[in-house]
């Protein structure tokens, strides 16, 4: 995961007022099925630096909608957008570090315009801010930079790991951060996986904070604990998928951190969510 926050530093922060269309769930009216199915770029960072264009094709004709970018290395946001828009997908959020957050948010803003990303998502905080006045702090920083990004027609987004979920002092950082955290200009992209990883339930988060969940990451638990492809682990995700639309769910990643053929898991990911129902 360490490999996860430096390569989150390059994105949208390292190249060179939109309105909120569509905000309604991808759940097809009537129906429990998915409209739109997205999948996070960071599972397929290989693929995509060796050749952009050829990587979003192959997922464009497996059938995904959307992609969530994690980092474009040196190419620049023009560039990407081009390689976007030939291959018919849309990229509607973008994980960014903290640290770019912070220090580059003119510029995220300016390639985030570029992009037409709607989200901007802080996906790792160091550890130094892992206790309860660390996360008062990161939410703070949050709240300022989602108030900047919205006037700019974005939104800002936190997306857990698992650590959030330790108590400390008798508090959970992710309880802290949804409490601190302004729902209007600073949305929730809930990861599947790590929260049942630190012992959190996805269920009760969507109940007791109903539309603050904008985008889900779709990933699966082996028996061992392990993290796997979606549909091929132990989570029941019908309830989950069931109960997204009332928790606020926009948009739905499939994700694998390091999988063996990022294709093959691309394409395994794509049919399960495009046939399971509930």
């Known amino acids: ?40 770029l960071y599972s397929l960072r290989d693929l995509f630096q060796v050749d952009m264009v050829k990587t979003l094709r192959q997922l464009n004709a ?75 702090q990161v939410a703070a920083m949050l709240n300022q930079a989602g108030n900047v990004a919205r006037r700019a027609g974005h939104l800002i987004a936190y997306h857990n790991q698992d650590y959030e979920f330790a108590e400390v002092n008798g508090e959970r950082g992710y309880d802290i ?31 007791k904070y109903p539309g603050r969940f904008h985008m889900l990451h779709l990933k699966d638990m082996a028996t061992d604990g392990s993290m796997t492809g979606v549909g091929t682990g132990k989570i029941d995700w019908k309830p989950i998928l069931a109960a997204s639309g009332k928790a606020g769910v926009r948009h739905y990643f499939a994700e694998l951190d390091d999988p063996v053929n990022p294709i093959s898991f691309a394409r395994a990911s794509y049919d399960f969510l495009r046939e399971i129902k509930w």
């Open 62 to 136: 497996i059938g995904y909608d959307e992609v969530e970018l994690a980092s474009f290395g040196q190419r620049t946001a023009t560039e990407v957008r081009a390689a976007l828009d030939k291959t018919h997908l849309s990229a509607p959020s973008a994980h960014v570090s903290l640290q770019a957050l912070r220090e580059n948010l003119s510029l995220v803003l300016g390639n985030a315009k570029i992009l037409e990303v709607k989200y901007i998502v802080c996906p790792w905080i160091d550890e130094e801010f892992r206790n309860p006045a660390g996360y008062r």
């Open 177 to 207: 951060l949804l409490e601190e955290l302004d729902p209007e200009v600073v949305k929730m992209e809930m990861d599947i996986y790590w929260i049942t990883k630190g012992g959190g339930d996805p269920l009760a988060y969507f109940k």
């Open 1 to 40: 995961m360490m490999r996860r926050r430096d390569f989150c530093r390059t994105t949208l922060a390292a190249a060179g007022a939109l309105a909120f269309p569509d905000l309604m769930p991808r759940i097809r009216s009537g129906a429990g099925e998915l409209d739109r199915i997205g999948i996070q």
